[in-house]
């Protein structure tokens, strides 16, 4: 029942995940703007939610602590 729990507990919201799923592709910030219609300055806001979210400072940080965690895979 926990494991239930916790997994249904995730850190990012559907488009974070999206977003940084595309990023760990080696997509620049328009390129991930064009591919899900959004603005770059968007894009640009939910990779920063997502670091602060995570107490990070950069996005390679970020990708690599969501990464240990299991919120993404390469």
Known sequence: MKDKEYKSKQILTKREREVFELLVQDK?????????????????????????????KGRSQAVIELLRMGELEL
Do not use: D, Y
């Open 28 to 56: 620049t910030t328009r390129e991930i703007a064009q591919e899900l219609f959004i603005s770059e300055k968007t894009v640009r806001n939910h990779i920063s939610n997502t670091m602060q979210k995570l107490g990070v």
